[in-house]
């Protein structure tokens, strides 16, 4: 069974506990952090999607209808996170192959016809009642988990290239076959950044990164040439205003440049959006920063930006703490999560800003969707678990070790490795 231990009430508001009474459970400026930005983007999901009601598509839809979804999710998700929060890391790092698997077997059924939904000409979503789920979502934490364990299995092949690297190639190749099968090339991008830099922070050689970063460009450049549609984004891109771009492959973007363009220093106002009325297509997904940054201006748009910079910082302290506490695995999922938030953080504002190629990536913590708010929170409630235990094994308490090095350790050699003495 499992055992569900959260700390004691008054410690998880940010009470003082311990021996010194100095050390708060955890790190509390990051769930504000990460709170703020839920909030936030719920209610510019729902300024996003007020007027889709008068669209055709979402006629029969009321306009609180997002608002109202998004709600829910947001309420399933806190729960989710508690019980995520409730597991104990090396609990985690057991089910991390069997975790990955079942993302894989997910991807899979996502593809069967009556079983996977079609949405806009793409397999993504596997309907489970009135919700639906995306396993693409769920794949990258399963791919943070199962990379940071492969890291602690593999430490000492993960110079060599038969023993250390091409495993893990081979693995996040399979899961790029089946998203690009959807097709989902932007999630595919994010998980391969995922891999490519848990890699790298888990102690794989320079010369074996360099070469896979190169392998990587030279796929996802083959990939984008391959494809007609992808090269018409790239060119439209590049001059998003030509008349023939404006009114095909670069009217997302065009519009999104001129909300931003609207919004100047302060913005119009909360609500007062005009690219949202049937303008500026999934103002309510991809491209909400772009409502944020008509309504709200520079200042909206630099705040979110700050708020993803802090947790970001704080998911790689966190990380960097644990693996001074030689929990390594622990300290990799960590700064897994910020890698993963950052990543898509920035392709969702470069895309929307047009710094970068449009790509259908949503703004983590903000944009609508159950299936990544869910998955986010319960990363970063892991990630909060992680930070527990650390101040937890600071304060001289057990915290459920699962490095492999600490686990054959002596109580004596493990509490000079922890810095105890």
């Keep these: 069974m499992l055992s569900l231990r959260l700390p004691r009430p008054r410690a998880a508001l940010g009470g003082r506990a311990g021996p010194t009474g100095a050390v708060r459970e955890f790190d509390l400026v990051l769930v504000w952090a990460a709170v703020v930005l839920l909030l936030f983007g719920m209610v510019m999901v729902y300024s996003a999607s007020i007027a889709l ?10 306009t609180t209808h997002h608002l109202t979804r998004h709600a ?3 309420t399933v998700a806190f729960g989710c996170a508690l019980f995520a929060f409730a597991i104990p890391v090396q609990r985690w790092q057991k089910a991390a192959p069997w975790l990955f698997v079942f993302g894989l077997v997910l991807l899979i059924l996502v593809l069967i016809p009556g079983i996977g939904k079609v949405v806009l000409g793409a397999r993504r979503w596997i309907p489970l009642g009135p919700v639906n789920l995306q396993p693409s979502e769920l794949m990258k934490l399963f791919v943070i988990l199962y990379a940071a364990d492969y890291a602690v299995r593999k430490q000492d092949w993960m110079h060599e290239v038969r023993k250390g690297f091409v495993p893990m190639a081979l693995a996040v190749a399979l899961v790029g076959a089946l998203l ?4 989902d090339l932007g999630a595919f991008m994010v998980i391969a950044a995922i891999a490519m830099g848990l890699l790298f922070l888990g102690g794989v050689s320079v010369k074996l990164f360099a070469g896979l ?5 030279v796929l996802f450049v083959s990939i984008i040439w391959a494809s007609p549609w992808r090269r018409e984004r790239i060119f439209a891109y590049l001059d998003p205003f030509d008349e023939k771009n404006a009114l095909g492959k670069g009217y997302q973007l065009s519009h999104s440049l001129i909300a931003f363009g ?8 909360l609500g007062g959006s ?8 999934e103002a309510h997904t991809d491209f909400l920063l772009a409502v944020i940054g008509e309504e709200l201006g520079f200042v909206g748009v630099l705040a979110v930006i700050v708020l993803f910079f802090w947790i970001v910082r704080r998911c790689f302290e966190i990380g960097r ?6 929990r390594f695995f622990a300290g990799l999922v960590a700064q897994g999560v910020g890698l993963w938030i950052g990543v898509q953080a920035f392709i969702n504002m470069g895309v929307n800003l047009g710094l970068l190629p449009t790509k259908g990536l949503t703004l983590p ?10 998955v986010t929170c319960v990363a970063l409630a892991i990630v909060l678990r992680i930070d527990w235990e650390s101040r937890k094994m600071m304060r001289g308490g057990e915290a459920g070790v699962s490095s492999r090095t600490a686990a054959s350790r002596s109580s004596d050699e493990r509490s000079q490795a922890r810095g105890w003495k």
């Design 213 to 217: 970063s190169a392998t990587m460009a």
């Design 274 to 281: 005009v690219e949202k009325w049937h303008y500026l297509p």
């Design 72 to 74: 829910f999710a947001l």
């Design 180 to 183: 690009l099968l959807e097709p």
């Design 53 to 62: 009601p008068d669209s055709a598509r979402f006629s029969s839809l009321r």
């Design 321 to 326: 703490q644990a693996i001074a506490l030689d």
């Design 365 to 374: 913590l903000m944009s609508y969707g159950g299936s990544a708010i869910l």
């Design 262 to 269: 609207r919004g100047e220093w302060f913005g119009v106002g």
